[in-house]
Each structure stands twice: as structure tokens, then as C-alpha cells.
């Protein structure tokens, strides 16, 4: 007798949906409590990420009367204030220990961006927004730092990675929500995020003990780092110097693209807000288990390389691509899969190096490199826009984020 064709079908479906479920249980086994709670407090707090996505909009829209060339300006300082907050959330981190530091600045920042919110004047938008950025930006070296503590080498990455999920899971809810309030007032992004930074600050307090006293050295890291300093060790330096130069392009995607999309797509907000979370929504399905099978495979840095690659191929496709709703998903699928493969491989890199006792520090710098790159990136395209044009900059992003790759590149050969 015959077997029946949709028999053999059922029978290749069920083992393939057997797979993907094995597949995913595998990518999120192993992981510690404590980086499970990490991650929700971080959940919490990134689902109200709202600000900043349309902070350059909002300055621009003719309520406040700002030209793009002041908005960038005001992007600008939040990433100077975010280079101090970086600097000083390691130094503190380091002395005081990582809970106090997350738990003062996650209050602290809620508070300053209902503040931001209710501010007209635009020296005091830039005040309010360096305060903010350097108390927002303390908390990432001490945030670094607790995931690292709570973590075994082997599954280390794929901690950094949870973490990264969701924060970009709470993106994509935020981004999402975030378009549609902004469609009603503006003002209401900044009540959101203040209130959701003040509950992650709860949730933080009320579900991880703090564990301020140093915790006993693992076998694998008793190891020392390979400077005393991150300021004395060169290999960490290069790496810090193409990090600025690829994050710098990165931030485009977040501050100037939306504006792109806004003036010659005519895009409304709730739509740029989906372009935002489809960002988020890729990377929440399918970032672990991507880290899953490629990590311990190759040297963090061949993963870095290539996916750094791939952002600049994206913003190189702006000007190639016929200008479409179609072509604008399509460039933020190609910039979220570079995403993917560089970013938690750098996490990976620059720990690697780190021991307990200067662990802050690393991860401060780092922090630093990043919000150099905001400082730089975000006004610096602005510039180039009220200047030069769209094209100009995305021919000039793609080209600094190639010299970025081929620096990676570099440092990976020696």
C-alpha cells in the first residue's frame, strides 16, 4: 500500500518544528538567575526608550522651532555627557560596586527625563540633556559589569547577548508605542520614559540582592589582565578607536535616518516607529541563537569584521536603491543582521581582557568609545545634511564604517 505524500509532509514538518524548538531551548539554557533579572530590569527600562528616537523630530517640528543643524547640536551634547557618565560609571563602579551605581542612576535618570520634558528654553535643553546622557550613561560600565559577575566564561556572550535581546525587545515596544504618542504629544515620550527608568530602578531593588562586597574568583579569571589600566593596554586602544568610528555611522540609523525618512519619504511617525521595531523584533528572534552557533567557532573579531561589513554595505544602498518604503525595511534588515554579528562579539572581546578589579574601568571605556560616537556621529551627520545632503552623508558613513571594518581587520591579523 501506497504511503500518502502529506504523511511524509507532516513528518518533515514536525521534526523540523522539533529542531527549532531544541535549537532555541539550547540558545537560552545555562544562563544564571541573576542575568535572567538583569535582563527584565533592562526590559523594563528599554521599553520606554522613546527620547532619543525622536528627540532631532521633535526639536525640528515647528512647536519648538529648532533647525536640524541645533537639534544635531543637542545630540551631540548628549553624547558628551554620555562620554562623562561613562567615565565616571566605571571609576564608581570599580569603588562602590555595581548594584548602588545602577540603582542611583536608573532613579535618577527617570527623574531628569520628566525634566527634559517640561523644558523650552535651548540652553537649558542642553543643560537638562548632558545631565541626563551623563547619569543615563553611568549606568551601562556598572550594567556591563553585573552581567559579567553573574556569568561563566562559556556561556558569557550569549548573558550579553540576553541582555541585548532586551534591550532590543523594550526598542521594539518602545519604538512602537513610542511613534504613536508622539502622533498625539510629545510630551508624553518623556513622562513614559522617566516612569519606565523609575520601575526598572524598583524592580532592580526589590528582586537582586546587592552583592556589594567582592564576590569569590572564579577559576577563570584568575588570570591577570593584560594592563593594569585599559588606558595602558594598546590592543584595547585600537579596538576602542574602530569601535568610535564604526558607532559613530551606527548612530546615524537612530538620529538622522529617521529624519531622511521623514523629509523625502514623507514617512508619518508611527511608520519610522515600525522601522524602529522591526530593528528590535529581528534581533529579539533571532540574535541568541545566531551567538548560540557561532560562538567559541571563530575569534571575536572575524564576527565583528564581517558584520560591521554589513552596516556599511546598508547606508551604501541608500543612495543605490530606488527611494521606497520597500528599500528602507530592506536597508534596516541589512544594517540589524551587521548589528547582530558585531555587537555582542565586541562585548565578548573587550571582557576577555578585564579581571574584577578593573572590570569597571574596561567596561567604562568602552561605554566611553560609544558615547563618543554619539557625540560625534549624530551631530556630525547633521552637519553634513545641512550642508551637503543626504547623499553626501550616506556615501560618507558607508566609507568611514569600511575603514572601521578593515581596522577590525587589522587588529584581528596581529
Given at each position: 500500500?501506497?504511503?500518502?505524500?502529506?504523511?511524509?509532509?507532516?513528518?518533515?514538518?514536525?521534526?523540523m518544528l522539533g529542531r527549532t524548538i531544541s535549537l532555541y531551548t539550547?540558545?537560552?539554557?545555562?544562563?544564571?538567575?541573576?542575568?535572567?533579572?538583569?535582563?527584565?530590569?533592562?526590559?523594563?527600562?528599554?521599553?520606554?526608550?522613546?527620547?532619543?528616537?525622536?528627540?532631532?523630530?521633535?526639536?525640528?517640528?515647528?512647536?519648538?522651532?529648532?533647525?536640524?543643524?541645533?537639534?544635531?547640536?543637542?545630540?551631540?551634547?548628549?553624547?558628551?555627557?554620555?562620554?562623562?557618565?561613562?567615565?565616571?560609571?566605571?571609576?564608581?563602579?570599580?569603588?562602590?560596586?555595581?548594584?548602588?551605581?545602577?540603582?542611583?542612576?536608573?532613579?535618577?535618570g527617570g527623574l531628569l527625563f520628566m525634566l527634559l520634558g517640561q523644558?523650552?528654553?535651548?540652553?537649558?535643553?542642553?543643560?537638562?540633556?548632558?545631565?541626563?546622557?551623563?547619569?543615563?550613561?553611568?549606568?551601562?560600565?556598572?550594567?556591563?559589569?553585573?552581567?559579567?559577575?553573574?556569568?561563566?566564561?562559556?556561556?558569557?556572550?550569549?548573558?550579553?547577548?540576553?541582555?541585548?535581546?532586551?534591550?532590543?525587545?523594550?526598542?521594539?515596544?518602545?519604538?512602537?508605542?513610542?511613534?504613536?504618542?508622539?502622533?498625539?504629544?510629545?510630551?508624553?515620550?518623556?513622562?513614559?520614559?522617566?516612569?519606565?527608568?523609575?520601575?526598572?530602578?524598583?524592580?532592580?531593588?526589590?528582586?537582586?540582592?546587592?552583592?556589594?562586597?567582592?564576590?569569590?574568583?572564579?577559576?577563570?579569571?584568575?588570570?591577570?589582565?593584560?594592563?593594569?589600566?585599559?588606558?595602558?593596554?594598546?590592543?584595547?586602544?585600537?579596538?576602542?578607536?574602530?569601535?568610535?568610528?564604526?558607532?559613530?555611522?551606527?548612530?546615524?540609523?537612530?538620529?538622522?535616518?529617521?529624519?531622511?525618512?521623514?523629509?523625502?519619504?514623507?514617512?508619518?511617525?508611527?511608520?519610522?516607529?515600525?522601522?524602529?521595531?522591526?530593528?528590535?523584533?529581528?534581533?529579539?528572534?533571532?540574535?541568541?541563537?545566531?551567538?548560540?552557533?557561532?560562538?567559541?567557532?571563530?575569534?571575536?573579531?572575524?564576527?565583528?569584521?564581517?558584520?560591521?561589513?554589513?552596516?556599511?554595505?546598508?547606508?551604501?544602498?541608500?543612495?543605490?536603491?530606488?527611494?521606497?518604503?520597500?528599500?528602507?525595511?530592506?536597508?534596516?534588515?541589512?544594517?540589524?543582521?551587521?548589528?547582530?554579528?558585531?555587537?555582542?562579539?565586541?562585548?565578548?572581546?573587550?571582557?576577555?581582557?578585564t579581571a574584577k578589579a578593573n572590570r569597571g574601568q574596561y567596561a567604562?571605556?568602552?561605554?566611553?568609545?560609544?558615547?563618543?560616537?554619539?557625540?560625534?556621529?549624530?551631530?556630525?551627520?547633521?552637519?553634513?545634511?545641512?550642508?551637503?545632503?543626504?547623499?553626501?552623508?550616506?556615501?560618507?558613513?558607508?566609507?568611514?564604517?569600511?575603514?572601521?571594518?578593515?581596522?577590525?581587520?587589522?587588529?584581528?591579523?596581529?
Open positions: 500500500m501506497p504511503v500518502r505524500k502529506d504523511g511524509h509532509i507532516c513528518y518533515f514538518c514536525n521534526r539550547n540558545a537560552y539554557s545555562g544562563l544564571s538567575r541573576p542575568t535572567w533579572l538583569l535582563s527584565l530590569v533592562m526590559l523594563v527600562n528599554r521599553s520606554g526608550t522613546m527620547v532619543i528616537p525622536f528627540m532631532t523630530i521633535y526639536l525640528t517640528q515647528p512647536a519648538m522651532g529648532y533647525s536640524i543643524g541645533q537639534a544635531g547640536l543637542v545630540m551631540g551634547i548628549f553624547g558628551l555627557g554620555a562620554i562623562c557618565g561613562g567615565f565616571l560609571g566605571g571609576r564608581i563602579t570599580d569603588r562602590l560596586g555595581f548594584y548602588r551605581v545602577q540603582l542611583f542612576t536608573l532613579t535618577g523644558v523650552k528654553s535651548y540652553p537649558f535643553i542642553c543643560l537638562c540633556t548632558f545631565l541626563l546622557s551623563l547619569v543615563n550613561e553611568a549606568f551601562r560600565p556598572a550594567n556591563s559589569t553585573a552581567i559579567a559577575h553573574y556569568t561563566k566564561e562559556e556561556n558569557r556572550t550569549r548573558s550579553y547577548s540576553l541582555n541585548r535581546l532586551a534591550i532590543n525587545l523594550g526598542w521594539a515596544v518602545g519604538g512602537a508605542i513610542g511613534g504613536i504618542l508622539a502622533s498625539i504629544n510629545y510630551h508624553l515620550l518623556f513622562w513614559v520614559d522617566g516612569i519606565t527608568n523609575i520601575l526598572a530602578a524598583i524592580l532592580l531593588r526589590y528582586f537582586l540582592a546587592d552583592v556589594s562586597a567582592p564576590a569569590p574568583v572564579r577559576r577563570e579569571e584568575t588570570t591577570e589582565a593584560p594592563a593594569t589600566s585599559p588606558y595602558r593596554d594598546k590592543t584595547y586602544l585600537n579596538f576602542i578607536g574602530f569601535t568610535i568610528l564604526f558607532a559613530a555611522c551606527f548612530f546615524q540609523v537612530f538620529t538622522i535616518l529617521p529624519v531622511y525618512y521623514k523629509r523625502t519619504l514623507h514617512l508619518p511617525e508611527y511608520m519610522i516607529g515600525l522601522l524602529m521595531t522591526f530593528n528590535g523584533v529581528i534581533i529579539t528572534l533571532f540574535e541568541m541563537v545566531l551567538v548560540f552557533k557561532l560562538e567559541g567557532r571563530r575569534k571575536s573579531l572575524y564576527y565583528i569584521f564581517n558584520g560591521v561589513c554589513m552596516v556599511a554595505l546598508s547606508f551604501l544602498l541608500l543612495n543605490i536603491l530606488p527611494l521606497s518604503v520597500f528599500s528602507a525595511f530592506a536597508c534596516m534588515l541589512l544594517v540589524t543582521i551587521g548589528e547582530i554579528m558585531a555587537m555582542p562579539f565586541m562585548n565578548s572581546f573587550w571582557i576577555a581582557r567604562g571605556l568602552y561605554t566611553i568609545a560609544w558615547s563618543t560616537a554619539q557625540a560625534l556621529g549624530p551631530s556630525g551627520g547633521s552637519q553634513v545634511v545641512e550642508h551637503f545632503g543626504f547623499r553626501t552623508l550616506w556615501w560618507t558613513i558607508g566609507g568611514v564604517c569600511l575603514l572601521s571594518a578593515m581596522g577590525f581587520r587589522w587588529l584581528s591579523s596581529k
